[in-house]
């Protein structure tokens, strides 16, 4: 199971299906270079995966101790 709060980004807890790079690994180029941003495979991959672990209401924030889960994030009252 990702955990989303480890990795310097957290759309890091998956792996690529575009570049085939593993968990915890920034994506690459095709020329080998490190790529600028994170594919959108990746980061739809990301979504997808942190959705059915936390719900759809949840969200991920950034704190001064690297990343936290808030379960109701999304959720406006």
Do not use: N, Y
């Not at 709060?5 to 994506?27: D, F, M, S, Y």
């Not at 959108?40 to 101790?65: C, P, Y």
């Amino acid at each position: 199971m990702p955990d989303f709060t480890t990795h310097r980004h957290p759309v890091l807890a998956v792996g690529c299906p575009t570049c085939c790079k593993p968990p915890g690994v920034w994506c690459r180029r095709p020329s080998g270079h490190r790529a600028g941003d994170l594919h959108q495979g990746r980061k739809a991959e990301a979504d997808r995966v942190f959705i059915a672990q936390h719900g759809d209401t949840a969200s991920i924030l950034r704190t001064a101790a690297g990343w936290q889960i808030d379960p109701r994030g999304r959720i406006r009252d």
